[in-house]
């Protein structure tokens, strides 16, 4: 049992706003959760949010950057799990920018998710991907300079 995530957007922004706002740390932080994140490839990095323990998470996803294009790709790996040393879910998220007309056409794929506690788990990322992870995501777009 596998599963893998495509969620699509159109910003009305160009690649390299949307990427400054996948790659800035600060902004990072402000539309998904707080982080060490660094846009080179080997860094190891971490994402910092609320613990679920009835989930078997405990709230830190653990990270390591595979591959960086400026403004049109970038590879990270995301693994959680209920303590530190133990990884239950180890996935794939690829980021993808391409200009598109007035602004940029943005494809997250989250994939890997394997085995129904994970899949369980992706049908709950899926829902922030698409709702809050979104709305954030475009406010801090429109409040950067130039945009």
């Given at each position: 049992?596998?599963?893998?995530?495509?969620?699509?957007?159109?910003?009305?922004?160009?690649?390299?706003?949307?990427?400054?706002?996948?790659?800035n740390p600060e902004l990072v932080s402000q539309w998904l959760?707080?982080?060490?994140?660094?846009?080179?490839?080997?860094?190891?990095?971490?994402?910092?949010?609320?613990?679920?323990?009835?989930?078997?998470?405990?709230?830190?996803?653990?990270?390591?950057?595979?591959?960086?294009?400026?403004?049109?790709?970038?590879?990270?790996?995301?693994?959680?799990?209920?303590?530190?040393?133990?990884?239950?879910?180890?996935?794939?998220?690829?980021?993808?920018?391409?200009?598109?007309?007035?602004?940029?056409?943005?494809?997250?794929?989250?994939?890997?998710?394997?085995?129904?506690?994970?899949?369980?788990?992706?049908?709950?990322?899926?829902?922030?991907?698409?709702?809050?992870?979104?709305?954030?995501?475009?406010?801090?777009?429109?409040?950067?300079?130039?945009?």
């Amino acid at each position: 049992m596998k599963r893998d995530l495509v969620i699509k957007w159109h910003f009305p922004h160009a690649p390299e706003k949307v990427w400054e706002c996948l790659t800035n740390p600060e902004l990072v932080s402000q539309w998904l959760m707080k982080n060490d994140f660094k846009p080179v490839v080997g860094h190891q990095f971490q994402f910092h949010s609320k613990p679920l323990p009835k989930m078997g998470w405990d709230g830190i996803v653990y990270c390591e950057v595979l591959e960086v294009i400026l403004n049109q790709r970038l590879v990270y790996t995301w693994k959680g799990g209920p303590r530190p040393g133990v990884i239950g879910l180890d996935t794939l998220l690829t980021w993808t920018l391409t200009p598109d007309g007035d602004g940029t056409r943005l494809v997250l794929e989250h994939s890997g998710f394997k085995g129904l506690k994970n899949i369980f788990s992706s049908i709950f990322m899926e829902s922030g991907w698409k709702k809050g992870i979104t709305r954030r995501m475009i406010q801090i777009l429109n409040e950067m300079p130039g945009a």
